[in-house]
T-cell receptor, first 109, second 114 residues
């Protein structure tokens, strides 16, 4: 089976750093992705980790530990426009991505 | 620009009246997905295609069907929409090679059922 756990909501202030955690149970796991979705919009790709370690893309970084079935998304220098839902997505089996329930990030001025 | 296009952006139908949502892609990706997303919930996978190989999720209602006549186009048919089928329907594509696990989403079709 497939399941992912992530917090339902995280709040932070502009300029801060926030970490969104994700734990997964995925048969045939081979990678973890993160997607951002603004209200009324479609999910957009942020990152993909297949190997253990940290991947950095600008203000966003993503980490994976396969031995712990755990990953996180790190957002630095938060901006108001970062207020959105963030989904961790695990890949297992044949091209079957499974979405977590999503974390609503609220950034306050 | 290569992209995933969904039409229409908003669709209103009547209870029980069949409706078809469309998706096209210029990415030449061989994997296509249909997701249903209700407010404040995660996208729920309904179907996916690997080329023309159709895969139905176990809990997808029989009321939902899909067609993929060629690489570029995919359709979602809802035979008898109920009030519970009102949702955002998202089409996505991905390339088939392992290591290319990036989903490209269309902008979605927001379905209302009256």
């Amino acid at each position: 089976g497939q399941s992912l756990e992530q917090p339902s909501e995280v709040t932070a202030v502009e300029g801060a750093i926030v970490q969104i955690n994700c734990t997964y149970q995925t048969s045939g796991f081979y990678g973890l992705s993160w997607y951002q979705q603004h209200d009324g919009g479609a999910p957009t790709f942020l990152s993909y980790n297949a190997l253990d370690g940290l991947e950095e893309t600008g203000r966003f970084s993503s980490f994976l530990s396969r031995s712990d079935s755990y990953g996180y998304l790190l957002l630095q220098e938060l901006q108001m426009k970062d207020s959105a839902s963030y989904f961790c997505v695990s890949w297992g089996g044949s091209y079957i991505p499974t979405f977590g329930r999503g974390t609503s990030l609220i950034v306050h001025p | 620009d290569a992209m995933v296009i969904q039409n229409p952006r908003y669709q209103v139908t009547q209870f029980g009246k069949p409706v078809t949502l469309s998706c096209s892609q210029t990415l030449n990706h061989n994997v296509m997905y249909w997701y249903q997303q209700k407010s404040s919930q995660a996208p729920k996978l309904l179907f996916h295609y690997y080329d023309k190989d159709f895969n139905n999720e176990a809990d997808t209602p029989d009321n939902f069907q899909s067609r993929r006549p060629n690489t570029s186009f995919c359709f979602l048919d809802i035979r008898s929409p109920g009030l519970g089928d009102a949702a955002m329907y998202l089409c996505a594509t991905s390339g088939s090679a392992t290591g290319n696990e990036k989903l490209f989403f269309g902008s979605g079709t927001q379905l209302s059922v009256l």
